[in-house]
């Protein structure tokens, strides 16, 4: 049965990650980098100003929504996860250096497509029985493309309550536990009770899970806030204690991440294979870490408090910027620095774990400090993506069954962070990379569909700001 499951997704797989699916993810991207003339790159320090610039600024938020940055901060909790480290662990190992330019990529083309949908959600959104904004793909489709298209709302929604049991879920808890295990193991390498300290592990995880969810949308936003900014902080300086460690590598490391991009082969001595391998791997690892089109994320960005479409669509510039030029990549540094730097074998070819990344940290931090970090930083980065993800999931339920429907996803979804902590993770991760991929082809449809409505709202904004107006 099992075999035949396995069978069934790799072949649906192939389609919906082959040339056609990253033709789309690209070319949406570049339609709405060329539409907008560039405006990630025009208004980088805009969006900068007014996101990073005003983190410390206070904001009050009614009933039913959240502050803009407990909003970026919710959606950054679902995004910056087990993909900034597992992912971009396996995107290098088995794509080589050369993965890491296909990311950069990925996210500056990205970043255009993660503005257009916050916009889009934001502008398209609506209150729900409840008084809680709603918003994202399922809604910007119905509500911008017209009812007629409702079917393609309900198919988003399926394929993302389906996702977020996996990717934003399942995956997360048994990252936990394994970088638990880690630890664990660089202290007393013979313990043998590794599958009771996991069971222990999942159950504990949802019940803090269940604290925070059924405390609605006010509670998730106190939590992330707080979360987000110290998780990453934390990770962020320890991957830079390695990175100046080994300072004096970095100008063959950019060498081969540049070369490798195109000629991988020569780079891994060949074990990373051809352009087209390290090209999907990088692409889909970023894909899979910022959700740049992946439709995620404005289901977040939908419940703030601002209501100017433009003023929290920045957001999804800096959400992006954070998550993969920042993040990523150094992920991605410290695992090149401390192979290139410290001679640790990355084994190319064999897709490495979250253990090899903590390993990378041991060359400054030693072995259990590496393992430490890793754990600490998995635990936060994945633990806030389980809140995440959490809502994705509900809201899209909601959309299809009515807000009766909240509670009992809730609860399957609890059941499936013990279960994530317990089980293989192998065919988890591979039919959430299918579901990720056919929830982004209706998204995609949308934003290029509703394009037009993206540049004309951009278009006002700015010129009405120029003139300085009220905004």
Known sequence: MMETIVSINSAINGIVWGAPMLILLIGVGILMTVRMKGLQFRKFGFAMKNTLGKIFTKHEAGEGEMTPFQAVSTALAGTVGTGNIAGITAAVTLGGPGALFWL??????????????????VKFRERNKFGDWVGGP???????????WKWLGVAFSIFAALAALGTGNAIQSGNIVTSIDTVILSFAPSFGGL???????????????????FGGVKRLGSVTEKLVPFMAVVYIIACLA?????????????????????????ITGGAAGSMIVVLTWGMKRGIFSNEAGLGTAPMAHATTSETVPVKQAVYGIFEVF????????????????????SGLNLNYGVQGDTSLMAASLGTVFTQQGGALIIAIGLALFAFSTI????????????????????????IVYIICTVLGATVDLGVIWDISDTLN?????????AVAVLSGVVVKETKEFFAARAEKTNY
């Open 387 to 410: 809140l995440g993800w959490a809502l994705y999931g509900s809201r899209c339920c909601e959309f299809v069954f009515g807000p009766k429907a909240i509670k009992p996803y809730y």
């Open 195 to 213: 599958s009771t300290v996991n069971l222990v592990l999942g159950l504990i995880l949802a019940v803090l899970a269940a604290f925070v969810l």
């Open 242 to 266: 390695v990175v100046v460690a080994n300072v004096a590598s970095l100008p063959a490391i950019f060498h081969d991440i540049f070369v490798g991009a195109f000629s991988p082969a020569g």
């Open 104 to 121: 950069w990529v990925t996210a500056l083309i990205g970043m255009a497509t993660k503005y257009s949908e916050v916009l889009l959600a």
């Open 437 to 445: 991929g056919l929830m982004s082809i209706p998204n995609l449809i």
């Open 138 to 148: 399922m809604y910007y489709i119905k509500n911008g493309m017209g009812k007629n």
């Open 322 to 341: 954070l998550d993969t030029i920042v993040i990523c990549t150094l992920t991605g540094l410290t695992l090149l620095c401390a192979s290139y730097g």
